[in-house]
């Protein structure tokens, strides 16, 4: 059975930082990976994701992953956070299978709070 | 282009009681899942629903069902709710059939917040 681990519960960073939100999976098959942000009583938003092909992946607003299948990671990076940023980022992976789906299994989330 | 649409946003029920959620998908998508996220934790997978079948089911009692209509819309049923039924509910659209590419990708809807009392 696939698993995700989420290292930290919560992340406090000032402005301008860097910040690394660590996921770590377990599965014996290939996997695709997620990652989502939930701001405060909003739904869930991909954030980015990878699927094959580079294994460093990249959003619009300056996120970055990296999938280390080695290390069974896919931790997430951002050279330099924002007050905007604040909110909750699950890491999320869904098993490969030949052209059907499958249903995502998620992290327990962690908690980013920027302080100016 | 509308993106994934949950009704209603906010619901309060009594132990019991049943509820209907409603889910519309984007548009282009043929598959609609089902999670719940009680507070503080990630989304738990309740069930997926593609050509007005169930197809895949996560760890749910049978109070839990749902329906797909030929539109692709989705319901998804909860009877004699208990108040650990208290969560936000959140429907994800995909295309079943998209051979690993961007259309594979589920998005999320708003969510229901539900409240059993």
């Known amino acids: 059975a696939q698993s995700v681990t989420q290292l930290d519960s919560q992340v406090p960073v000032f402005e301008e930082a860097p910040v690394e939100l660590r996921c770590n999976y377990s599965?014996?098959?290939?996997?695709?990976l997620f990652w989502y942000v939930q701001y405060p009583n909003q739904g869930l938003q991909l954030l980015l994701k990878?699927?094959?092909?580079?294994?460093l992946v990249e959003s619009i607003n300056g996120f970055e992953a990296e999938f280390n299948k080695s290390q069974t990671s896919f931790h997430l990076r951002k050279p330099s956070v924002h007050i905007s940023d604040t909110a909750e980022y699950f890491c999320?992976?869904?098993?490969?299978?030949?052209?059907?789906?499958?249903?995502?299994?998620f992290g327990k989330g962690t908690k980013l709070s920027v302080k100016p | 282009d509308a993106g994934v649409t949950q009704s209603p946003t906010h619901l309060i029920k009594t132990r019991g009681q049943q509820v209907t959620l409603r889910c519309s998908p984007k548009?282009?998508?043929?598959?609609v899942s089902w999670y719940q996220q009680a507070l503080g934790q990630g989304p738990q997978f309740i069930f997926q629903?593609?050509?007005?079948?169930e197809r895949q089911r996560g760890n749910f009692p049978d109070r839990f069902s749902g329906h797909q209509f030929p539109n692709y819309s989705s319901e998804l049923n909860v009877n004699a709710l208990l108040l650990g039924d208290s969560a936000l509910y959140l429907c994800?659209?995909?295309?079943?059939w998209g051979r690993g590419t961007e259309e594979e990708t589920q998005y999320f809807g708003p969510g229901t917040r539900l409240l059993v009392l």
């Open positions: 629903y593609y050509e007005e079948e």
């Open positions: 994800a659209s995909s295309l079943f």
């Open positions: 599965s014996s098959v290939s996997v695709y």
């Open positions: 999320a992976v869904r098993v490969r299978y030949g052209g059907s789906q499958g249903n995502l299994i």
């Open positions: 548009s282009g998508h043929d598959t």
């Open positions: 990878y699927l094959s092909g580079s294994t």
